[in-house]
């Protein structure tokens, strides 16, 4: 059992690395906030943390940072650690989520904002000052509605996945 977990698992990462990839290639407000994506390859999170463990959410988070850092951004860019610190903030977030009562589209919001707070915290550090925050309501703003959309599409994709384990 222990083999086909963590076979799904690394087909989890490579499909949340490929989505990232995609990702990245869509003109998103074409640059017009710096940082702002969709978060597709949450949903491979998100789905992940549902159907395993934050723990399991937390692994395939970080190893795709680390495999985009490899092919896209650089390893140890600026961009990476935004990612990092974003991506792990994110999952331990929506775990803690996870065991309230919200809905998994809840619990995708919560994760989006504090990716965001996550990259803010990045900038305050790397870039020595406390004004980068200003900028946090405006990524909070769109934090909402692609944690939304994030939420919807992981939500139906569980369904799914649920049934093919059932039929496993």
Excluded: W
């Amino acid at each position: 059992m222990e083999i086909q977990k963590y076979t799904r698992l690394t087909l989890f990462i490579a499909l949340s690395v490929v989505l990232n990839l995609v990702e990245s290639v869509i003109p998103f407000f074409s640059g017009f906030i710096p940082g702002l994506k969709l978060g597709l390859a949450n949903i491979v999170i998100l789905l992940v943390l549902y159907v395993y463990s934050m723990k399991d959410a937390l692994y395939v988070s970080v190893v795709r940072v680390i495999l985009v850092g490899i092919i896209r951004t650089g390893l140890f860019s600026m961009a990476f650690f935004f990612s990092l610190v974003g991506g792990i903030l994110s999952v331990l977030t929506m775990g803690i989520a996870k065991k309230t009562k919200l809905s998994i589209i809840g619990v995708s919001v919560i994760g989006s904002i504090f990716h965001s707070i996550g990259q803010i915290l990045v900038a305050i550090f790397i870039l020595n000052s406390f004004n980068i925050v200003y900028y946090l309501p405006l990524l909070i703003l769109f934090s909402i509605p692609t944690g939304i959309v994030v939420g919807f599409i992981t939500k139906s994709l569980i369904k799914y996945y649920n049934r093919y384990l059932e039929n496993d």
